[in-house]
């Protein structure tokens, strides 16, 4: 598909991005190591999510000449990289995927207060005031500078027309690697 090629330099800022997000991962889950159970084989936090078709489509121009094992879950919110229990695109997974198990901060709906979230086999044994500022996951920050790239990007892509804030399912990649 020559006309992703000329999309490079926005998967390269992806791909930055990503790079931030890794860092601020690996930084944090340092602090919290002891009280996390996340391990290879948990696969409690994969769902079909939904990204921006930024990501999406860098994701895409990553993979589509790697031969990745899709599964086929009957349930529509399973993802289809999920391979017993692992997943089989690790290196190229989405940006959600790489804050998994860390205290995520994020606005609420309406935009008036912070929301914390944790998964249920972390954190069992921390005080009430053990999350801080400092030792949380802001993930608008990052959502927001991948928001300002897929705005840009979009502008230019000519292939599909996508709405400001649509999103789209990881599972549509299937689409493009032939095994739908
Ligand atoms: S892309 Fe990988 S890490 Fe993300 S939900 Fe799918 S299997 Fe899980």
């Known amino acids: ?70 599964s086929y879950p009957e349930n529509p919110n399973e993802c289809i990289f999920l391979m017993q229990k692992e997943c089989g695109i690790y290196h190229e997974r989405p940006v959600i995927c790489r804050s998994h198990g860390l205290p995520i901060l994020h606005m609420n709906n309406s935009g008036d207060n912070w929301e914390l979230s944790v998964c249920p086999l972390n954190f069992t044994t921390v005080a009430d005031d053990y999350f801080i500022a400092e030792n949380c996951y802001y ?32 599972r549509k990649l299937a689409s493009f ?3 739908d």
Do not use: W
């Open 139 to 170: 993930q608008d920050t990052f959502n927001s500078k991948l928001f300002m790239l897929n705005r840009e990007f979009i502008q230019h892509f000519d292939e599909v027309k996508y709405a400001e804030n649509e999103l789209v399912e990881l």
């Open 177 to 179: 690697l032939g095994s």
């Open 1 to 70: 598909m020559m006309q992703e090629k000329s999309f490079q330099k926005y998967f390269d800022n992806y791909k930055n991005i990503r790079n931030e997000v890794d860092a601020k991962f690996n930084m944090l889950h340092a602090k919290h190591s002891k009280y996390t159970k996340c391990a290879k084989g948990c696969s409690d936090c994969c769902m079909n999510f939904s990204v921006l078709p930024v990501e999406f489509h860098a994701i895409l121009d990553s993979i589509k000449n790697k031969e990745i094992q899709i």
